[in-house]
């Protein structure tokens, strides 16, 4: 039988796919479809069609898997953030650290090493510190709102719909985000709508209101309100940051960033500091660190600590080791090792992020950590002696090979790999093979309710 587009086909979803979707197969072709669990009984329509594989929709379920749940969120299947929401939690657990053995045996060639079970997430709501809401003069609408006229259609604070970039979901309250998050959003929107000043068209590129970013202390309970704006005009911004404060004592820092921009990023070319400090503080385990509205930290606190503790575990500390951090960030894991080992190198090409590191180790009066600030393909030859361990933690797109080599020539004893992405993880961990032995791989579940997975791999010099 030939898999045709448009085509409606029972089917029984057998397997997960890495990206979040339901897995079948009609007369051996493979077919993914789009919010199914396995076990789903369903009738499918095909909505794309390619050599090897085609993309399918639900018509109908007609008999739920066991692994189903009611989602808790009004906005389930229409938004694109956490398309999770209808599978048991411990399933999800389940489907991550199967995302990481296949990546290892498909992408990897990888057979054989022990993957444990996924750790849960402290908390699988409420769990992000931060979160964006775009702006938009254009909502999309849900299917029970269509047709009603009373709903302004030119005006929308949300999150996007998967596959549409100008049109946006006008959201009320987050689950990712906690009670007062929601409250701070709707306040916003509330005297966006009544302001002079238009909201941004992502289509016509015209307009004032462009984001709403709301950053959380989880140790400290303080939030940071970010408002992302196409000019300067603080006659209009700066009462929405007197309302807040007056409102919300744990609002402790409002700041105004402003681009001129045309791209769909919520990161001003300059930043005004409307009330407080232009900063909270966080912490992880017994460190503390500032975090500006541009800088990078990681979205679920308590699971950065988990995260940071089998980092530590895995790298076998005892003090007296040498240690290098590419990728170092914000400083973040080398500071959390700081008190393990002698001396700790970070390398990192973002200018903001080597200072925000540097400012973190005075604020906790660290002096074994050093950042070099480059590109890691030019600037890993710059340690000169051979690290006792090497802890790499790169962005989604892993390691460019011209690094994987010189990691290699580097002849560090102990790897330790900190993944994002179960893909690249498994395609650098297989250039790697031939001289390092992958000990073990810890998954950890830093984003409930969507198929994203962090994995710490512990790897040794043959």
Request: charged residues 25%.
């Amino acid at each position: 039988m030939a898999i045709k587009k448009k085509q409606i086909y029972e089917v029984k979803i057998t397997d997960m796919a890495f990206g979040g979707k339901g897995v079948t197969k009609v007369d051996g072709f493979t077919i993914f479809v789009d919010q199914t669990v396995p076990m789903d009984h369903a009738l499918i329509r095909i909505i794309k069609k390619k050599k090897n594989y085609a993309e399918a929709k639900i018509v109908e379920l007609l008999s739920p898997s066991p692994y189903r749940i009611e989602a808790a969120c009004e906005y389930s299947g229409f938004c694109g953030g956490c398309k999770w929401q209808f599978i048991e939690y411990e399933k999800q657990l389940e489907y991550k650290r199967q995302h990481v053995i296949d990546s290892l045996e498909h992408i990897g060639m990888i057979n054989d090493v022990p993957v444990h079970l996924t750790i849960p997430s402290k908390k699988n709501t409420e769990y992000r510190n931060k979160m964006e809401f775009s702006c938009s003069d254009r909502r999309w609408l849900l299917p029970d709102e269509l047709g009603n006229d009373d709903i302004d259609t030119g005006f929308a604070l949300g999150l996007h719909v998967p596959g549409t970039f100008y049109k946006v979901l006008d959201i009320n309250a987050c689950l990712l985000q906690s009670k007062l998050g929601n409250r701070i959003l709707n306040d916003t929107r509330a005297f966006m709508k009544q302001s002079s000043a238009p909201v941004y068209g992502l289509r016509s590129h015209e307009g004032f209101w462009r984001f709403l970013m709301l950053r959380y202390s989880n140790y400290f309970d303080q939030w940071m309100v970010n408002m992302i704006t196409s000019a300067e005009d603080q006659k209009i911004v700066q009462p929405l940051a007197d309302l807040l404060t007056a409102k919300y004592p744990e609002v402790i820092s409002v700041v105004n960033n402003i681009t001129s921009s045309k791209a769909g990023i919520a990161v001003g070319e300059y930043e005004i500091c409307l009330a407080g400090e232009a900063k909270i503080t966080d912490r992880i385990g017994s460190f503390d660190f500032e975090i500006s509205a541009n800088s990078f930290f990681q979205t679920n606190t308590l699971g950065a600590e988990q995260l940071y503790e089998i980092v530590k575990n895995y790298a076998g500390l005892t003090g007296s080791e040498t240690v290098a951090d590419l990728y170092s960030g914000t400083g973040t894991i080398a500071i959390y090792l700081s008190g393990s080992a002698k001396e700790i190198t970070g390398i990192e090409c973002v200018e903001s992020s080597v200072k925000d590191a540097e400012k973190n180790c005075a604020k906790n009066h660290i002096s074994n950590c050093r950042f070099i600030r480059g590109d890691i393909a030019e600037s890993i030859s710059l340690i000169t002696e051979k690290p006792d361990v090497l802890v790499i933690d790169p962005p989604r797109v892993g390691m460019h090979k011209s690094v994987v080599k010189q990691i290699i020539d580097m002849g560090t004893d102990r790897i330790v790999y900190v993944s994002c992405n179960p893909s690249t993880l498994a395609r650098d961990i297989s250039l790697m093979k031939d001289h390092y032995n992958v000990l073990e791989i810890q998954p950890v579940d830093m984003f409930p309710h969507t198929y994203h997975i962090e994995a710490v791999a512990r790897l040794e010099r043959k």
